[in-house]
């Protein structure tokens, strides 16, 4: 069974720090791994999506990488901004068909100007 | 393109009623999924639809029940409702295909008095 553990829980920083957010899943029997941003009361905004056969994915300040070896996937922010404030969420399949996702609690990230 | 519409935007229901909530899947996109949020357990799997097949299900009790439409738009049911139920309940959107990523909704706010 799936399970999905995101470390730390809660990050705050000033404007322009580059941070880590970091996350581990049991099952590395995956095709990909999506990575998610939610604004408070909001639904989910697609960050990045690597496939098991990508080792890194790329978007604006965002890198994702991901080791299916050791069940581990990390997001890169680099020069963080006030308005990267918001809960970071990954999420790998449950299954192989990839027909639904498991979410670990995620990372609460607040970035003070 | 249009992105993943769910209505209505807020709900509120008293307890034993049913309620139905509506999701219309991105343009091309035949797999449709259902996530409950809580502040207690996180993001949940309800449901998923493919070609108006239902492919995986969740755990959650009998009471929660979902349909798709010839034209991939999927409806999910609550009936005889419990203050327990309060949510989030956001809706995805995919290609259905393994190695596809997941487009989510706003959400759908339920509040049961």
């Known amino acids: 069974k799936q399970e999905v553990t995101q470390i730390p829980a809660a990050l705050s920083v000033p404007e322009g720090e580059n941070l880590v957010l970091n996350c581990s899943f049991t099952?590395?029997?995956?095709?990909?791994l999506q990575w998610f941003r939610q604004d408070p009361g909001k639904g989910l905004t697609s960050l990045l999506l690597?496939?098991?056969?990508?080792r890194e994915q790329t978007s604006g300040r965002l890198n994702a990488s991901l080791d299916k070896s050791s069940g581990r996937s990390t997001l890169y922010i680099a020069a963080s901004q006030p308005g990267d404030s918001a809960t970071y969420l990954c999420?790998?399949?449950?299954?192989?068909?990839?027909?639904?996702?498991?979410f670990g609690k995620g990372t609460t990230l607040s970035v003070s100007s | 393109k249009a992105g993943v519409t769910q209505t209505p935007r807020y709900l509120i229901k008293t307890r034993g009623q049913q309620v139905t909530l509506s999701c219309s899947p991105i343009?091309?996109?035949?797999?449709v999924s259902w996530y409950q949020q809580t502040p207690g357990q996180g993001l949940q799997f309800l449901f998923e639809?493919?070609?108006?097949?239902?492919?995986n299900k969740g755990n959650f009790p009998g009471r929660f029940s979902g349909r798709q439409f010839s034209n991939s738009r999927s409806e999910m049911n609550v009936s005889t409702l419990e203050l327990g139920d309060s949510a989030l309940y956001l809706c995805?959107?995919?290609?259905?295909?393994?190695?596809?990523?997941?487009?989510f909704g706003s959400g759908t706010r339920l509040t049961v008095v």
């Open positions: 995805a959107s995919s290609l259905g295909q393994g190695m596809s990523g997941y487009t």
């Open positions: 099952d590395s029997a995956i095709y990909n």
């Open positions: 690597i496939q098991s056969s990508q």
């Open positions: 999420a790998p399949p449950a299954n192989q068909a990839g027909t639904a996702l498991i």
């Open positions: 343009s091309g996109h035949r797999s």
């Open positions: 639809y493919f070609s108006e097949t239902q492919r």
